[in-house]
């Protein structure tokens, strides 16, 4: 599942009330059918983080095999199953094991995201919010964690929550993609239809912000302004302050989103 928006959206907030981070202010979360309140094991063993600043989210004065096998030693796992779930933690990574010794200070951008992602993965969780895994490092490298991710997805039957800003990489990694604004979810459906067929006027906006090899088949949507405060938020709709389409309902009636093409759901009075 990806979760594009601007920064200031909401994005990562919506990744810590599914991790159980925050509680949110109404609604539930369930995981498996149950409510997270329920779930005592839900933070060490069913859902784990991979977060964007690798810089911040390792320690700098443990060695990588240490922050690796840091969620076991918390589970009380025995030391010689410790260190074998390490390595082969390190070696799903694709991590060499001459790196585990060095502090993430003596570790590439890459190599220090890969010990993130082995730290997520070392207690096999069910569940990874991926917080912009991949946006503080180069080009190349993007792609190599992208596909290495992609395969473990695959090996481990894992269910991300791939949060990004950058719609080309949610467009490559996710089966499913929900567009975030002003913290309200506008539009939501399989990632082909919203690349092919953007209904909202905000994702319209956010995939013309994508450079493109082609200009002339380019989605063209105007930029007005910035994401509001949600501390004061527009109302009616969040976006109509921005949105070239805004109609008098807009700035009075907030949208429900409402399944407007088959499994396609937009918040848009455009649509209702």
Not at 64 to 80: M, R, S, T, V
Not at 107 to 122: F, T
Not at 167 to 175: E, G, K, L, T
């Amino acid at each position: 599942m990806g979760l594009v928006g601007e920064s200031g959206s909401g994005k990562t907030t919506l990744g810590r009330i599914f991790l159980g981070l925050i509680t949110p202010t109404w609604g539930e979360v369930t995981f498996e059918g149950k409510n997270l309140i329920e779930l005592r094991n839900y933070h060490r063993l069913e859902a784990q983080a991979v977060f964007q600043d690798p810089d911040s989210s390792l320690d700098p004065m443990m060695q990588a095999k240490d922050i690796i096998a840091e969620p076991l030693l918390n589970l009380g796992i025995p030391n010689d199953e410790v260190e074998a779930r390490v390595l082969e933690a390190a070696g799903r990574v694709k991590l060499s094991q001459e790196l585990l010794s060095r502090y993430p200070f003596e570790l590439s951008g890459g190599q220090k995201q890969r010990v993130g992602i082995g730290r997520a993965l070392i207690s096999r969780p069910k569940f990874i919010v991926l917080d912009e895994p991949t946006s503080a490092l180069d080009v190349s490298i993007q792609a190599q964690l992208l596909n290495l991710l992609v395969e473990l997805q695959s090996e481990f039957s894992l269910t991300y929550l791939f949060i990004s800003h950058n719609v080309s990489v949610v467009n490559y990694i996710s089966d499913r993609v929900s567009v975030i604004y002003a913290g309200q979810i506008v539009e939501t459906s399989p990632v082909e239809n919203i690349i092919a067929n953007p209904l909202h006027p905000y994702t319209r906006m956010l995939l013309a912000s994508v450079p493109y090899p082609e200009p002339s088949k380019k989605i063209q949507a105007k930029d007005f302004g910035e994401v509001p405060s949600l501390l004061n938020p527009p109302s009616g709709c969040r976006f109509n302050p921005r949105c070239q389409y805004a109609m008098n309902v807009c700035v009075t009636n907030r949208p429900i989103i409402k399944e407007c093409e088959k499994d396609h759901y937009v918040a848009c009075h455009l649509y209702h």
